[in-house]
C-alpha cells in the first residue's frame, strides 16, 4: 500500500515553481538587453570574433528581442490560465532546444568550445522549461 502522505510532501510547491520560472524569465531578460544593447560585446562572448560584423549584429539584435518577447510572454502568461502558462513554458523550451541543435551544427562559424558552450545554455534552458512545465502545482485542465 502507498503512502499519500508520503507522495504530498514530495509534490513540489508553488514556491519552488516560481523561483524557476524568475530564473528563466531573469535569463531571457538579461540576454535580451545585452545582445540588443551591445550585441559586438554580447555576441562576442557567444560566438566570438564574427560578432563584430555590422550584419550579424543585426541578427543578434532580433534574437535578443526575441528573448526578451520570451520574458515577458511568461510574465503575462501568469495571470492567464494554467494551459497559457504551460503553453510558453514548452514555447520557449522548443525555442532554446532549436538553439542548441543550431549550435552543435555550427561547424565552421564557431569554435568547439564555443559550439558546446552554447549548446549546454540551450540544453540547460531547455530542461528548465520542461522542468517548470512537470512543476507546475495545477495540472493541465
Excluded: C
Aim: avoid cysteine.
Amino acid at each position: 500500500m502507498m503512502n499519500t502522505k508520503a507522495l504530498e510532501t514530495d509534490r513540489p510547491t508553488s514556491r519552488s515553481y516560481r523561483h524557476v520560472i524568475n530564473v528563466i524569465v531573469t535569463g531571457r531578460i538579461a540576454l535580451g538587453v545585452g545582445l540588443m544593447a551591445h550585441p559586438g560585446w554580447a555576441g562576442r562572448l557567444w560566438v566570438g570574433t564574427p560578432a563584430e560584423n555590422r550584419s550579424l549584429q543585426y541578427v543578434l539584435r532580433i534574437i535578443g528581442g526575441r528573448e526578451i518577447l520570451l520574458g515577458i510572454f511568461l510574465i503575462l502568461a501568469r495571470s492567464e490560465s494554467t494551459t497559457y502558462e504551460r503553453r510558453m513554458l514548452r514555447l520557449g523550451a522548443a525555442f532554446d532546444a532549436w538553439d542548441a541543435y543550431s549550435a552543435l551544427t555550427a561547424r565552421d562559424g564557431m569554435t568547439r568550445q564555443r559550439r558546446w558552450l552554447a549548446a549546454a545554455v540551450g540544453l540547460t534552458y531547455t530542461a528548465l522549461g520542461l522542468g517548470a512545465d512537470r512543476l507546475h502545482p495545477k495540472p493541465v485542465q
